[in-house]
C-alpha cells in the first residue's frame, strides 16, 4: 500500500463533497426530503461556516473511479 499525501481540499471539492453527502444516502441513492438546489445552498452555507470557524480539513489526491470499482470488485 503506498502512502498518499494529504492536502487541503479546494473550497469547491469541499462543497461538491457536502452537497453529494446532503443528497444521497449510505447505499447511493437519492434521499427523497432534499433537492438539489436546496442540498446546494446547505453545502454553500456549511463551507462558509466550516472556513469562519478555522476547520483544517485535509484530502487525498482524488481516486479514478475505474480504480475504485476495478477494487470493490476484489480484481
Known amino acids: 500500500m503506498t502512502i498518499q499525501r494529504l492536502r487541503p481540499p479546494t473550497r469547491d471539492e469541499?462543497?461538491?463533497?457536502?452537497d453529494h453527502a446532503l443528497r444521497?444516502?449510505?447505499?447511493?441513492?437519492p434521499r427523497r426530503c432534499t433537492s438539489d438546489v436546496m442540498a446546494r445552498i446547505a453545502?454553500?452555507?456549511l463551507v462558509?461556516?466550516?472556513?469562519r470557524s478555522g476547520l483544517v480539513a485535509l484530502s487525498t489526491a482524488p481516486v479514478p473511479l475505474r480504480l475504485i470499482t476495478t477494487q470493490?470488485?476484489?480484481e
Open 24 to 29: 444521497y444516502g449510505r447505499s447511493g441513492h
Open 14 to 18: 469541499l462543497r461538491d463533497t457536502l
Open 48 to 51: 462558509e461556516h466550516l472556513e
Open 43 to 45: 453545502a454553500d452555507a
Open 72 to 74: 470493490s470488485r476484489g
